[in-house]
């Protein structure tokens, strides 16, 4: 009978989204599941956009139904398909400010946007970017035509990675960065040497301690940017990436708890009945630190995505957390894993560094030189997993500590110990 | 539908020999024979490692397939997945060479091809009636088996040695 149907909605269309839809379909065989998703593409792995620039995928080869463990049956999705607001005594979302559709189970994953700052003045103009969507990555491929040199300002993983793929097409990139150094949310400025050395071989030009404070433009577009040290960049293309905040803005009113991103509890539901939230959008917290934190990784957003879709048939699922800091990739021909606590700078934690040249690895324990808190690994990213597993378990590491030390840990230690 | 077999390891049978590992690398060239492994390049690679622990412990590691595989959910590019036979596979024309899966998998067993830059990993040797590590070994310390005989032999081989206590 119909009324026995759960109707599950899901206002977002990314990782928290589907894989919560995904998981869903998994554990309740009967559910009605919407998915609603404001961007114009169907759902698409949205790591992958910087391979639109490059012109190495097309937006077909990025979808998520059929590949991964998305099945893409048994979910209906709706594309631009903005909710504007939730009534939850009425169990409702509103679409478009038009008509409104009714839920047994609300999942609120509406990601994040990015974090444009007030104080760069202009950046309305043609050819400014800031790489979130595959629409902006289909945009800023058709600005390569007409793009000398582009001006990248913010020096995190995102940024690295746009700028990368316009290097590939070609483009001369300047990167500006506030900090002392690259990706410094990810490492201390001392264990960037080898992924700086990695940029300046790529060709990346980098200005450091140095921020924006304009853009300037003609009809045109972007011609240029001012930096706060007075001087200025003829550039025909300027991409954003100072961070993201999370989408709340269509809650306020409604009485669900917002706490800069929508507070949940361990099994991912928020204060008001049969809702709950995912991903960027959700605040969670460090397993290490016990902080509260947000976090804007794709890995994340799924892991905690899946949980709420169990929750929401009633599999009581309880969310572990992630860890505040937590990324791999490869920049350039530099491979690099770093999570947990890794800034250690005027701590009083015990760090240990192994630089061969070639490699790079810091190793953070606890004061009480107990427990492991984060790793660092640069060049040579072997079994990071098992060091990931070690941190979140909070495992004591007395007679591990030597392997971990020395980057040789393997599955043997923990079943023959 | 008939369950699906795994990879089961014997630790007490290992003699850490690495046939497994020469097997697992020659089933993954282009030529499928050692002479022709040996020569190719990129070197295939094994899937399969062959570890040690102090004082005298061997430990074939293999990929578990995890029934919730982390390596295949935190993939950000949708190249692996699991098939009807249970195998978590990861499409090489998908990998984009991130290593989130590295960071993810608690066992450390998926690799890193550095010439290729894509990840690989243990296929279950999809071109064999029984994967090439385990028709290699020479003590049977690694056993292809459906979940249940595996469990059902552990505990025939317990019973038998309890009995054979008693009889002290």
Not at chain 2, 100 to 120: D, S
Request: charged share 20%; glycine share 10%; hydrophobic share 35%.
């Amino acid at each position: 009978m119909a009324e026995d149907k759960a109707r599950y909605v899901i206002t977002g269309g990314s990782a928290a989204g589907m894989a919560a839809a995904q998981a869903i379909t998994e554990q309740d065989l009967n559910g009605i599941i919407t998915v609603l998703s404001e961007e114009p593409d169907m759902p698409y792995f949205r790591p992958l956009i910087p391979y639109m620039v490059t012109g190495k995928k097309s937006a077909g080869d990025m979808q998520m139904s059929g590949n991964g463990p998305y099945k893409g049956s048994g979910i209906d999705i709706h594309v631009n398909s903005r909710v504007d607001s939730v009534n939850v005594s009425e169990r409702t979302v509103s679409i478009n400010g038009q008509g409104n559709i009714s839920y047994d189970k609300l999942l609120l994953a509406t990601g994040s946007r990015p974090y444009l700052p007030p104080e760069i003045k202009g950046a309305d103009a043609n050819g400014v970017f800031a790489l979130r969507t595959l629409a902006d990555a289909k945009a800023m491929a058709e600005r390569v035509s007409v793009t000398d040199h582009a001006v990248m300002i913010g020096g995190g993983l995102l940024n690295l990675k746009a700028a990368f793929a316009l290097l590939e097409r070609g483009v001369k990139v300047t990167l500006v960065v506030y900090s002392p150094e690259v990706l410094s949310q990810l490492m201390e400025p001392d264990d960037a040497l080898l992924i700086r050395n990695a940029l300046d071989r790529a060709g990346l030009k980098i200005k450091t301690g140095c921020s924006a404070t304009g853009i300037l433009s003609d009809k045109s577009g972007v011609t240029g940017v001012s930096l706060d040290d007075g001087s200025e960049m003829p550039c025909q293309m300027i991409c954003i990436g100072k961070g993201v905040r999370p989408n709340v803005d269509f809650l306020s009113g409604s009485e669900i708890i917002i706490d800069q991103g929508i507070v949940v509890n361990r099994y991912t539901a928020c204060n008001t009945p049969g809702t709950y939230a995912a991903g960027d959008v959700a605040v969670t917290f460090d397993p290490v630190t016990g902080e509260r934190i947000m976090t804007g990784l794709w890995t994340n957003a799924v892991e905690m995505g899946r949980c709420a879709g169990y929750n929401m048939t009633g599999r009581k699922t309880a969310y572990s957390g992630t860890f505040g800091i937590m990324n791999a990739t490869q920049i350039a021909d530099e491979p690099f894993v770093s999570m947990g606590i890794v800034h250690t700078k005027n701590t009083d934690y015990e760090v240990h560094v192994r630089n061969t040249g070639s490699t790079y690895r810091k190793v953070v324990f606890s004061p009480d030189n107990d427990r492991l808190l984060g790793v660092l690994f640069i060049g040579d990213i072997t079994g990071a997993g098992m060091y990931r597993y070690v941190i979140r378990e909070n495992m004591p590491i007395n007679e591990i500590k030597s392997l971990i030390i020395n980057q040789r840990l393997h599955y043997g230690h923990f079943i023959r110990n | 539908m008939s369950q699906p077999k795994e990879i089961f390891v014997v630790m007490s049978r290992c003699t850490a020999c690495k046939t497994c590992e020469i097997a697992c690398a020659v089933e993954h060239s282009g030529s499928k024979n050692l002479y022709g492994a040996i020569s190719e390049k990129p070197i295939p690679k094994s899937r399969v490692y062959v570890e040690w622990v102090a004082p005298d412990g061997k430990v074939p590691i293999v990929c578990r397939h995890c029934e919730d595989a982390p390596c295949m959910h935190a993939c950000i590019s949708g190249a692996i997945s699991r098939d009807d036979e249970g195998v978590v596979i990861t499409d090489s024309d998908k990998c984009i060479g991130c290593w989130t899966c590295v960071m993810v998998c608690p066992y450390g067993v998926i690799g890193r091809h550095l010439e290729e830059h894509k990840a690989y990993r243990c296929d279950r040797c999809p071109d064999r009636e029984i994967p090439a590590c385990v028709s290699s070994c020479p003590t049977e310390a690694l056993v292809y088996q459906t979940v249940d005989a595996f469990s059902s032999d552990a505990r025939k081989d317990v019973a038998g040695e309890m009995l054979a206590g008693e009889g002290d």
